[in-house]
């Protein structure tokens, strides 16, 4: 039983790290059009301005990021979902049915341009389908 827990607690790492690594290439390719979208300022270098700790924000990012993953690898046990094609249908099903439409919920109600619905929605359904891959691998 405890290394089914350690396993689980593995497989709940490697896949928030998994998908915080493709969240900063999807955000360093996005970045110009995101912060467009975001309607933040940038300096004459284009870096945002007045922004907060890096390390507070990353932080929080990949606490996130953890959460999302335990409730996922939470999910998949309780549905038996255990191959690789069944992470990646319900990563892909969790980040585009459960989580997009929420963040386009939130943005509708402040009146965000929907570019950033496309960006952060299609970050939240890579990175919960990579989610959904590496928590069937372990």
Known sequence: ???????????????????FIAGAAWYSVLSKPWLRAAGIPTDENGKPQGGGSPIVIFG????MQLIVAGMMRHVFVLNGIETLGAGLVGGLGIGLF????WIALNNTYTMRNPKLTLIDGGYATLACTIKGIVLTLF
């Open 60 to 63: 929080l990012g990949f606490l």
């Open 98 to 101: 459960f989580i997009t439409p």
């Open 1 to 19: 039983m405890e290394q089914e827990r350690m396993a689980d607690l593995v497989s709940i790492i490697c896949a928030t790290v998994a998908a």
